[in-house]
């Protein structure tokens, strides 16, 4: 049958905005507030955004159902210069935009000309992807919406950055940040093409003195200034002449370049050859050695400043080149300066001699400096020096230092006597600005910063992070980590949309700045948006007195001009819905947002509302590549709902991968939901809400089988492990359902429509929170009265799952397995069919064997010494083959089974299969089949089978 997506959908959807569903108020049940990073509007939602909504909503929706009252609010971040750049874009009339948004997001030519204006841009996107969370069916409390400036949002946002201040978090210094040298702004994740975080990394130069000039060398290992030997230089390089505050430097363009950014006065005196510099003499700072400048093509003028040192003992690089060099054709004055270089080892580490380079050269086997092992060697020595090294005699006062620590203590002295200077680097470059400039690293003067580098901060944020749940669980080191490098960074903009800094209104709180708390946010946002709240009065003691229970009621309503009443509901609100109990985001958020999030609230408020739980999504991908405009992969979330419906792209998200996995979407997968829903949803169409009775062996196995799906389904959603969940609903139980229809129909049975009826209905609200559109509707179907969405979540108790109902079931399929086996090695029509089960003796001794076994003894001989010396299994030394077979038999089932047998002691196998084995083994081969346990009088046993039965393995006799 095939289902009308849309129009089933848009029913339910307008039945759930009808009866209010989703808008959630205070009341006496306990709450879960659950929210996710809000979106920002510079284009329509693709299929890879709807990700982590989805998540989110299935986790909202399934607490609803667990009883609890779920806040799930939604806002929109105009924050920030995104916005701002595609305006300037669309006046310029980049073309690429330009048809992006006509053709990929079907934007209107007369819209796409209001473009020019940001907010335009921002309102227009904005109403495209709420639109699009409504027809995914999120189940969002509307009424709380507001975008980042809504004139109360920025009150608040001024409480925020003000109560920061005032605690000393909000600081104002010079510090280096991402910088887009176009804009003259900083930059961060949200400004980049690709959206990456600018990542710095801290070079130190150490100054070589040549003639009246300073040639600095960038490291990050300022202990190997011992071990110098001489430096390269690229002679194809022209480097420049500078001076630098007071000293006058030779270094490449790019560097001086670089250092102008940091905040050096810089005047550019003129130029001079690398060829001209190789043969020359430097003087190392410290030593006042001499040493020889050579000619190396590896030398790069991008990277530190165009000029290295050389470490041969150390640096493999290094002592290939010099070995290179020797072969090379070079002028003889030249060759003589080289041939008597010798490499100064300065730490010592086990495993390694005189010359640590040299040895990992010969090593690896390295031929030249070209040669790619030469990556490898150097690795192993780097790895090796710094976690197992010790500097040596030769580093003075330092000997004895591990390498490990020695970067700081030798830089510090490094500088202290104006031996080395500092220069700061993108790790990560290039990194783009949305401008297309390419970013440096700039040190800000003056200007104001989050100390995300206080220590007493980041206390309190592990502990924070200690209390809380992140799912998935193996998250939590990359927090660790974030949170051990965050230092200081901007906090503010000069351009962009957004709050302006209270006390200097030159600058805009930047977007990672202001999106840290709103979720207190939201409980004003609702009086906002029905006029209770207006933003002309709102002031610092109106929201201290909210969030922060200071000041008193009577001044604060003075002030506000908002009645006490109100203040009071609103107030009470927010204490009931806070803390947060889940945020849901992107990886791509862990390393900013999700940290921020986490550091502002310890920051701002007291511990009982700092937040619970972070769930972390990965990304998705289509068809196994990334999604990207350039790839022409990218699928408007909105385009794909119309095209499939919501429920099959929702299911198909979610089904594809785990939660830290990148999901793979394709249309294969959406169209085989499709199919698996329609056949669901004619089932649910069939049946019909008859009593059912428990009374047939399968009857009560099927009943604890649906238990155990519950309880497994429950846990897994819990975990936020929603593909597992998903699977186990719509797939793993099939094929339990279609072994009860088995023998239902070799009973011909008509009397299992109850039975039925209550697995899909536990099935159906189950499925609910993943597809909720036609959840309702197969919910309609199978006569329910009331929503899918505010049932009950089927309920489990262990005492429903019977373990003997479980376990006889198993073994009568694994007897019918059995025969089947027999039948198809033997190739035997069966006239005749005869079971033997094993006697009352051989099961107590079983049942004796698997208590050993389980609490884990599996050795044959103490397992028969012990029986034999109890007298009621004495009489097993005539069967010894028995008990190694039945250890065996035991081993083999997997811990689950053994303890469902354990906890079956009075399961009798003769009865239950003289009851349930002759139908089914009538239709499936054809014969009539006895069962006799190995002891009865009478029996028929011309072949003497009967003695070889087990428990649970009876022995079979064909003819
Ligand atoms: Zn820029």
């Known amino acids: 049958m095939k289902i009308n997506w849309k129009e089933i959908e848009t029913k339910w959807r307008q039945k759930w905005i009808e009866n209010k569903d989703f808008e959630t108020n205070l009341n006496d049940k306990p709450k879960k507030f659950i929210t996710v990073a809000y979106p920002y509007p510079n284009s329509p939602q693709h299929i890879g955004h709807g990700r982590t909504y989805t998540l ?65 841009i921002a309102n227009y996107f904005h109403q495209e992807i709420k639109a699009g969370m409504i027809e995914m069916g999120y189940s969002i409390d509307w009424r709380r919406e507001f975008t980042t400036i809504d004139p109360v949002y920025n009150k608040f946002i001024e409480w925020q950055i003000n109560t920061l201040r005032e605690k000393n978090l909000i600081i104002q210094g010079s510090h280096p940040v991402g910088w887009c040298p176009k804009d003259q702004n900083p930059v961060s994740q949200h400004d980049t093409l690709g959206d990456v975080e600018p990542d710095f990394t801290e070079y130190i130069l150490i100054k070589f003195k040549f003639e009246d000039y300073i040639i600095p060398t960038a490291t990050l290992r300022p202990e190997t200034i011992f071990g110098v030997v001489n430096l390269w230089v690229n002679p194809e390089i022209i480097y420049k002449k500078i001076t630098l505050d007071d000293e006058r430097w030779i270094v490449s363009k790019e560097c001086a370049n670089k250092m102008e950014f940091l905040d050096k006065k810089i005047t550019y005196d003129g130029e001079i050859k690398g060829s001209e510099l190789i043969g020359k003499i430097v003087v190392v700072p410290n030593r006042n050695e001499s040493i020889v400048m050579l000619p190396a093509s590896f030398v790069e003028s991008e990277t530190g400043t165009g000029i290295v040192m050389s470490v041969p003992a150390h640096a493999p690089f290094d002592y290939q080149a010099l070995i290179d060099l020797k072969k090379a054709k070079i002028e003889p004055e030249l060759f003589k300066k080289i041939n008597s270089i010798n490499p100064i080892s300065i730490i010592e580490t086990e495993g390694y001699g005189e010359n640590p380079a040299k040895e990992a050269v010969e090593k690896f086997n390295v031929l030249n400096q070209n040669d790619p092992k030469l990556e490898e060697a150097t690795k192993e020595v780097y790895g090796k020096e710094f976690y197992g090294g010790k500097l040596n005699l030769k580093t003075g006062q330092f000997s004895g230092i591990k390498v490990s ?50 220590k007493d901060w980041k206390e309190l944020t592990i502990k924070c992070f200690d209390s809380m749940n ?132 310890v920051a701002i408020f007291p511990e009982s509302y700092w937040p619970r739980e972070i769930v972390v999504n990965g990304s998705v991908l289509m068809n196994g590549s990334k999604m990207s405009k350039s790839m022409g992969n990218i699928i408007p979330l909105r385009k794909a709902i119309s095209d499939y419906g919501a429920d099959p792209i929702r299911l198909a998200i979610i089904i594809s991968a785990e939660l830290l996995q990148d999901a793979d979407f394709n249309m294969e997968s959406v169209s085989g939901i499709q199919n698996k829903l329609e056949t669901l949803f004619e089932e649910c169409s069939r049946l019909q809400p008859t009593k059912s009775e428990m009374i047939e062996a399968e009857d009560k196995w099927i009943k604890s089988k649906k238990h155990s799906m519950v309880f497994q389904v429950t846990q897994a959603v819990e975990k936020m492990r929603l593909r597992e969940a998903l699977h186990d609903i719509l797939f793993s139980f099939e094929s339990d359902l279609s072994w009860y229809m088995k023998r239902a129909s070799a009973k011909n049975r008509t009397n299992i429509s109850g039975i039925l009826h209550d697995i899909y209905s536990t099935r159906i609200a189950m499925l609910s929170p993943f597809a909720p559109h036609i959840a309702e509707e197969m919910w309609e179907k199978l006569g329910h009265k009331g929503m899918a969405s505010l049932s009950k979540w089927p309920e489990f108790s262990q005492s429903d799952i019977d373990p003997i109902a479980i376990q006889s079931e198993e073994y009568l399929k694994s007897t019918i397995d059995d ?10 029509t069966p006239k005749r069919i005869t079971i033997y089960t094993a006697d009352l003796f051989k099961s107590k001794v079983y049942h004796s064997i698997l208590e050993k076994v389980m609490t884990g003894q599996t050795n044959m001989g103490i397992i028969m010494k012990e029986l034999i010396s109890d007298e009621n299994t004495q009489e097993v030394k005539k069967i010894p083959d028995f008990v190694q077979k039945t250890i065996k038999d035991i081993l083999s089932d997997p811990t689950e089974i053994r303890r469902t047998k354990l906890e079956s002691k009075n399961f009798d196998e003769k009865t239950f299969l003289a009851n349930e084995l002759y139908e089914i083994g009538k239709k499936d081969f054809g014969v009539e089949i006895q069962v006799f346990c190995e002891s009865d009088s009478g029996i028929y046993d011309p072949k003497e089978k009967a003695r070889h039965a087990r428990p649970f393995k009876p022995a079979i006799l064909i003819e």
Not at 71 to 92: D, Q
Not at 415 to 425: G, H, P
Not at 484 to 511: F, M, N, Y
Not at 819 to 828: G, M, Q
């Open 56 to 120: 989110a909503d299935v986790h909202a929706r399934f607490y609803r159902m667990r009883g609890f009252n779920v806040l799930f609010p939604m806002g929109f971040h105009y924050t920030g210069t995104p916005i701002l750049g595609m305006a300037k874009r669309v006046e310029a009339n980049d073309k690429e935009l330009i048809s992006n948004l006509k053709n990929l997001y079907g934007v209107p030519e007369e819209t796409i000309k209001e473009f020019v204006e940001p907010v335009k």
């Open 405 to 454: 620590y020695a970067k700081d203590t030798i830089k510090d002295w490094l500088i202290q006597n104006k031996y080395a200077d500092i220069l700061l680097e993108l790790t990560n470059s290039p990194v783009r600005c949305r401008c297309g400039a390419e970013c440096v690293v700039k040190v800000l003067n003056n200007q104001w910063f989050l100390n995300y580098g206080d």
């Open 470 to 601: 992140i799912l998935p669980q193996e998250i939590r080191s990359e927090f660790n980590y974030v949170i051990g490098w965050l230092r200081e960074r901007a906090c503010a903009r000069q351009h962009g949309l957004g709050t302006k800094l209270p006390w200097d209104k030159d600058w805009i709180v930047e977007s990672l700045s202001d999106s840290v708390i709103y979720m207190a946010y939201y409980i004003i946002s609702k009086f906002v948006n029905d006029k209770t709240v207006i933003a002309d009065n709102l002031s610092r003691e109106f929201f201290d007195h909210v969030f922060l229970n200071k000041g008193n009621l009577d001044k604060v309503s003075r002030i506000t001009n908002i009645s006490e009443d109100i203040i009071n509901e609103i107030k009470k609100e927010f204490e009931y819905f806070y803390p947060v109990d889940s945020r849901h985001s992107g990886r791509d958020l862990v390393p900013n947002h999700l940290t921020f999030f986490v550091l502002n609230h």
């Open 819 to 828: 025969i089947s086996k027999i039948l198809k090695v033997t190739k035997i």
